[in-house]
Every structure is written in structure tokens, then in C-alpha cells.
């Protein structure tokens, strides 16, 4: 049973910066895919930033330039360094990883991901 566990929500002052975290239990996966999502009230869960195990990227047109993804394999932790933030960016954020793929037409797409975390909100005031 895999688990991901979000960290690192808060409340900031727009032009701030976040880093969230997800914990991930894997056993034995060297092909996958991991992501950030996001879903504000009202609104449908969207992806913000996606890994694979190639260490290929996908952003969001609305964060490129301000979040960065990465991984720390040996801890098998995700991060999302969060900078620049802006009101927009309030949501519940979600890790999500899919294994066994080594490719994505849309990465960034929900359907492709089987793994859910709890979400840790971010709260961007302006």
C-alpha cells in the first residue's frame, strides 16, 4: 500500500515563498511518475508540477518560472519549492504519484494518478 504525506502549508503574504513536502512509501519502483496538484474551492483539481523517474519535468503554465519540482530519491521525498506566490495560488495542494509508466501523454493530467495524499493548504493572503 503505498502512502504520500503532504507537509509544509501555510499562510503567506503574497510575493512570499512555500516548500511543501511528500512523503512517499515506495517499495521497489524505479519507474514512475510524481506530481503536485492543487484545487481551490469551486474549482476542479488541476496539476501544478509533475516528476518522472527520468527527472523529466511538466509545470503549469500559471507556475512556470515561480515553482520548482523535485525529489529526493534517497529519502523518497517529492518537494515543491513555491516562490513568488500569489492570491491565485490558494488551494488545497496534493501529492499523487502513478508507478510503472514511463511515459505521459499529459502529465499533468489527474486521470493518470492512482496515489492520493491528504492535501496541506496554502493560503495566500494579498
Known amino acids: 500500500q503505498v502512502q504520500l504525506v503532504e507537509s509544509g502549508g501555510g499562510s503567506v503574504q503574497a510575493g512570499g515563498s512555500l516548500r511543501l513536502a511528500c512523503a512517499a512509501s515506495r517499495y521497489g519502483w524505479s519507474i514512475y511518475y510524481m506530481g503536485w496538484f492543487r484545487q481551490a474551492p469551486g474549482k476542479e483539481r488541476e496539476g501544478v508540477a509533475t516528476?518522472?523517474?527520468?527527472?523529466?519535468?511538466n509545470y503549469a503554465d500559471s507556475v512556470k518560472g515561480r515553482f520548482t519540482i523535485s525529489r529526493d530519491n534517497a529519502k523518497n521525498i517529492l518537494y515543491l519549492q513555491m516562490n513568488s506566490l500569489k492570491f491565485e495560488d490558494t488551494a488545497m495542494y496534493y501529492c499523487?504519484?502513478?508507478?510503472?509508466?514511463?511515459?505521459?501523454?499529459?502529465?499533468?493530467?489527474?486521470?493518470?494518478?492512482?496515489?492520493w495524499g491528504q492535501g496541506t493548504q496554502v493560503t495566500v493572503s494579498s
Open positions: 516528476i518522472n523517474s527520468d527527472g523529466i519535468t
Open positions: 499523487a504519484d502513478r508507478y510503472g509508466v514511463r511515459s505521459m501523454a499529459t502529465p499533468l493530467s489527474t486521470t493518470n494518478y492512482i496515489h
